[in-house]
């Protein structure tokens, strides 16, 4: 079964720092994505930054940037020159390859961007 | 483009009494999904459906919760009888079709917080 588990309930930044969310999964597939979303207050899932697991080469998305590592099944989230609009819930996800398009979430981070 | 829409925001009701939540999808999408997110923890999947029919219902408790996407479009979710334990966040997401590829994002709704006293 996929688990995905992210061990930082809260993580807070000063603004215009840079911050690292945590996140690790638990999968027999070799093949499969990865996926940080970000839940602000109005409840609305966003879409980050996606990773495929057949590419070693980290994704990238303006601010955002992750770092994939397929053998200790990590997928760290790393958000540069923090904003306040970037505070909110931010959930690491996978989807396997193959099967029907089902994400499997993690418990989520609260992030909290100071002034 | 429209996004996703849900119906109604918030709702508010008493352990044992029925309730139903709504959502349509983005135009063109055929697959629908149903999430239950309680607080505290990642939105888990309760049922996804293919055009008007069922892909996954394993994780749909239907004892009480039952969901129907009649003619491909949009669906209804109902809860009956409610449990306090219904308390939750239910979003609805579609997406282009069911195979996974990287086009093939699921777009979320702002979804319906639920309270069940």
């Known amino acids: 079964a996929q688990t995905v588990t992210q061990s930082q309930p809260e993580m807070s930044v000063q603004e215009a720092e840079t911050v690292t969310l945590s996140c690790t999964y638990d999968t027999s597939e070799s093949d499969y994505y990865l996926f940080w979303y970000k839940q602000p207050p109005s409840r609305q899932m966003i879409l980050v930054i996606r990773q495929e697991a057949y590419k070693q080469q980290n994704a990238t998305e303006n601010r955002f940037s992750v770092n994939f590592q397929k053998a200790a099944k990590s997928f760290s989230l790393k958000i540069s020159d923090s904003q306040l609009g970037d505070a909110a819930m931010y959930f690491c996800a996978y989807r396997p390859e193959t099967g029907a398009n089902n994400l499997f979430f993690g418990t989520g981070t609260r992030l909290t961007v100071i002034p | 483009e429209a996004g996703v829409a849900q119906s109604p925001r918030y709702k508010i009701i008493e352990k044992r009494q029925s309730v139903a939540f709504w959502c349509n999808p983005i135009?063109?999408?055929?697959?629908l999904y149903w999430y239950q997110q309680i607080l505290g923890q990642g939105p888990k999947l309760l049922i996804q459906?293919?055009?008007?029919?069922?892909?996954?219902d394993s994780q749909l408790p239907k004892d009480r919760f039952s969901a129907e996407r009649l003619k491909g479009v949009d669906s209804t979710l109902k809860i009956q009888p409610a449990k306090l334990e219904d308390s939750a966040v239910y979003l609805c997401?579609?997406?282009?079709?069911?195979?996974?590829?990287?086009?093939?994002?699921?777009?979320f709704g702002p979804g319906t917080r639920l309270t069940v006293t």
């Open positions: 135009s063109g999408h055929a697959t």
């Open positions: 459906f293919q055009n008007n029919g069922v892909v996954d």
């Open positions: 997401a579609s997406s282009l079709r069911i195979r996974t590829d990287r086009s093939n994002e699921q777009y």
